[in-house]
């Protein structure tokens, strides 16, 4: 049985590193799936911004509309860097690990951090949606990489 618990690839772990400093940009309190995409979308050089990038995401403007949805917090709370993930974001980074355990993958990547926003019912998967992203179609182009 493969192991439930692969570790983070560097694309992954250079994703992670990211949603605190966006909520943190937006004085937010918590770390919720709209920090997640906006790291995504921050790191288009990775392949899961290059997959954005070939579905057509505009990532500026995939920027600019989870910032219209989520507005700025309170002055004051850009100081704490302690926030928590939410609960849709643990359910992000469980997708993700689910994923690339079905895949035969060694290690989860931003590719499937990719995969479960999308598959998340949060704000951070809604907006990539709404910018013709799918996690299938993510699902399409990763399943044939793995078959050589």
């Known amino acids: 049985m493969a192991n439930p618990n692969l570790p983070l690839d560097a694309s992954a772990r ?3 590193e990211r ?18 995409a906006l790291a995504l979308l921050r790191l288009t050089p990775l392949s899961s911004g290059q997959l954005l990038k070939d579905s057509g995401v505009d990532a500026a403007a995939a920027r600019a509309a ?10 004051g709370v850009e100081s704490d860097t302690s926030r928590p ?13 689910q994923h690339a355990t079905a895949l035969g993958d060694t290690a ?4 499937h951090l990719l995969v479960g ?13 709404q910018q013709g992203v799918s996690a299938d179609a993510v699902l399409r182009f990763l399943s044939p990489r793995r078959a050589h």
């Open 14 to 16: 250079a994703v992670l």
């Open 19 to 36: 949603p605190r400093e966006e909520s943190a940009r937006l004085r937010h309190e918590y770390v919720g799936t709209e920090h997640l």
């Open 66 to 75: 989870i910032e219209s949805a989520v507005p700025a917090g309170e002055a």
């Open 85 to 97: 993930f939410t609960t849709r974001t643990g359910q992000v980074l469980a997708l993700a690990q």
């Open 108 to 111: 989860v990547g931003a590719e």
């Open 117 to 129: 926003l999308l598959q998340e019912p949060g704000i951070g998967g809604q907006m990539l949606a």
